[in-house]
């Protein structure tokens, strides 16, 4: 085994992120390679960034049980279904979400998963009466929401 090969395998058992800089394929552990087997012949030429993404998801993947696999799955499939318009605001918000304050993020993730926690009955009810607002009325609902946190600055 070369060096480097050695020391990729040593980052990656570890779980250490390596450096971004191009990976040799056959250096990746054997699980990691047949999840990205698709990969292996364009893998060279693939821009470095690419290559860590890749292998990153496919780390994730070897360690996902079989449900979550079958969940992974199938939101894919629900994502590739999508029109292209759909998918570049999805990827937009996810961005916009980003660049928020780690608190913002997490208060956000906070109300989604109170919002996730409601029966499924009470959330169809919930999306119908925002769906039927108009936009003007969404814009009204969401300052108040911002004024009852903060009134001086809009914001906690």
Request: charged fraction near 35%.
């Amino acid at each position: 085994m070369t060096m480097t090969r050695y020391l990729i395998a040593c980052c990656l058992l570890l779980g250490l992120s390596l450096p971004a800089r191009a990976l040799d394929f056959e250096a990746l552990p054997a699980d990691v390679q047949a999840v990205l087997q698709a990969f292996r012949e364009k893998w060279p030429q693939l821009p470095e960034e690419r290559q860590q993404k890749l292998l990153q998801g496919a780390q994730r993947w070897a360690k996902m049980d079989d449900e979550q696999r079958r969940q992974a799955r199938e939101s894919f499939l629900r994502w590739q279904k999508l029109p292209p318009a759909r998918q570049a605001a999805i990827r937009d918000r996810f961005e916009r979400f980003r660049q928020l304050p780690r608190e913002r993020q997490l208060k956000l993730k906070q109300v989604f998963r109170k919002f996730r926690s409601l029966p499924p009955e009470q959330r169809k009810k919930l999306k119908s009466r925002w769906k039927q607002l108009s936009p003007d009325q969404r814009q009204k609902i969401l300052q108040r929401i911002k004024k009852r946190r903060d009134p001086q600055h809009g914001r906690r």
